[in-house]
């Protein structure tokens, strides 16, 4: 998938929906309020995202849950694990890139328990 291409995409039809060219504090996925209007200065709600993707995932028929988490910066596992030596991250490094807070963690076993069912 050439993600860059449906970028430039959504910023075109992004900038039509506001009838002007983005701005450098607007966000590229910015808030949509319950009337349809946008406002680019807030960002989107997670729920709202999550909601999108249960729809997606219900769509292609696809019977498992996912959270926003997957939709994180990618290549940490491949950064951390299957780079050539020398082009491998440090965790701290890993850590930074996928924006991870302190004290934010996620049970590996039980999300591939829950892949596996």
Same mark, same amino acid.
């Given at each position: 998938?050439?993600?860059?291409? $449906? %970028?430039? $995409?959504? %910023?075109? #039809?992004?900038?039509?929906? *506001?009838?002007?060219? *983005? /701005?450098?504090?607007?966000?590229? !996925? =910015? &808030? @949509?309020?319950? +009337?349809? #209007?946008? +406002? =680019?200065?807030? %960002? @989107?709600? $997670?729920?709202?995202?999550?909601? *999108?993707?249960? /729809? &997606? ?8 849950? !996912? ?24 965790? *701290?490094? #890993? ?15 039980? !999300?591939? $328990? /829950?892949?596996? +069912?």
């Amino acid at each position: 998938m050439d993600m860059y291409a $449906h %970028l430039l $995409h959504w %910023l075109a #039809i992004l900038e039509s929906e *506001l009838g002007r060219s *983005l /701005e450098d504090d607007d966000y590229i !996925f =910015p &808030f @949509i309020g319950s +009337n349809s #209007i946008i +406002n =680019p200065k807030l %960002l @989107i709600q $997670h729920k709202y995202v999550q909601n *999108l993707l249960d /729809e &997606f995932m219900k769509s292609a028929r696809i019977d498992k849950y !996912f959270t926003t988490h997957c939709l994180r910066r990618g290549g940490a596992q491949y950064r951390f694990m299957h780079a050539p030596f020398g082009k491998r991250w440090a965790l *701290l490094r #890993i850590r930074w890139w996928g924006g991870w807070a302190e004290g934010e963690s996620v049970n590996v076993i039980d !999300f591939y $328990h /829950e892949l596996d +069912n």
